[in-house]
């Protein structure tokens, strides 16, 4: 396939409908079958009919105009699972948190005797403005309130992080969108990493399933340096139907893959609207995420080692379509 283009695949046929078995003797009352149970007979041979899952292949897109079981609809909301980052540790993080005003702060503690500095001085400054009550604990009482290690001495208590719709991010007229999603990302080190890559090269906005992929822990936020106040994000039930339903919406879907067959310094389409999507260490992109990529690209290396941590690979990624928009 040229590169840029996007594959069309003829939806397949639904199976015609037949007529009820008969019911056996050893079917249950009603005609019902129990769970797991075969139709027909429960001899060697009886046949099992269960429903087919999805239908698309490698890259492949429903044709414009037929809609499939779950493309070209919403990503479902899933049960509900808030973002978190209710509890913001480390100096940057907090004042990140109190300059970008974008969520209620309740208080902020800060451990006494800390040795005089510029950001302390700040977090200050900036809970005065915002009317936010400063409470001086031992260092003790802090560190048994802390979720991480080395909390620099601070942390603060907020209302959870705002969730964006998901179709918001991608109609964004203001900017061009260029969106991050993450595949199985659990490691709360690198999605906060990733958060601060993705502030510093211009992402519009990143986009975290409910399930599979870590959410705003103290550990991400501390990491982040204060991005998740920065970077718009939004949760989605299945990353595969969020993906489908990027494409309806025009925004190219490109998977970062090892074994791309596009490298990534020739991306044709880094100047589109655009979602880059990352996968987890070792595992990479699952199945169900490569078919619905249009695009999967792989970082060039030129070490024998065949791979990159996944916060170093989706920092260079961002950055360099940042550097072609």
């Not at 791309?260 to 987890?280: C, N």
């Amino acid at each position: 396939m040229a590169a840029g283009e996007r594959r069309l695949h003829r939806r397949p046929r639904r199976a015609t409908r037949s007529t009820a078995p008969r019911a056996h003797a050893g079917a249950p009352r009603g005609g019902r079958r129990r769970a797991g149970e075969c139709e027909g007979d429960h001899r060697r041979g009886a046949r099992c009919h269960r429903p087919r899952r999805g239908g698309g292949l490698l890259g492949g897109r429903a044709r414009r105009g037929v809609r499939s079981d779950r493309q070209g609809r919403p990503p479902r909301p899933g049960p509900k699972r808030a973002l978190g980052g209710e509890q913001v540790e480390g100096r940057r993080a907090v004042r990140e948190l109190l300059a970008a005003r974008t969520r209620p702060v309740r208080d902020v503690w800060m451990a006494e005797g800390l040795d005089p500095a510029a950001v302390l001085r700040e977090i200050n400054e900036l809970a005065k403005r915002a009317r936010v009550p400063v409470r001086y604990v031992g260092r003790r009482a802090l560190e048994a309130e802390a979720r991480t290690e080395g909390p620099q001495g601070v942390l603060a208590h907020a209302q959870p992080l705002p969730e964006w719709d998901f179709d918001e991010l991608c109609r964004d007229r203001a900017r061009t969108p260029f969106l991050l999603a993450f595949d199985g990302v659990t490691d709360p080190q690198n999605l906060g990493a990733l958060l601060r890559s993705a502030d510093g090269a211009g992402v519009t906005g990143a986009v975290l399933p409910r399930h599979r992929t870590a959410h705003v822990t103290p550990a991400v936020t501390k990491a982040a340096a204060g991005a998740v106040e920065r970077v718009r994000l939004s949760v989605v039930g299945g990353l595969p139907a969020a993906l489908a339903r990027a494409r309806d919406l025009n925004v190219w879907v490109v998977g970062l893959d090892e074994r791309g067959p596009e490298s990534l310094f020739e991306l044709q389409v880094a100047t589109e609207p655009l979602l880059l999507v990352l996968g987890a260490e070792g595992t990479g992109l699952s199945r169900l995420v490569r078919q619905r990529c249009d695009v999967l690209a792989r970082i060039p290396l030129k070490g024998s080692i065949p791979s990159l941590n996944v916060a170093a690979a989706g920092a260079l990624a961002v950055f360099e379509v940042s550097r072609r928009r």
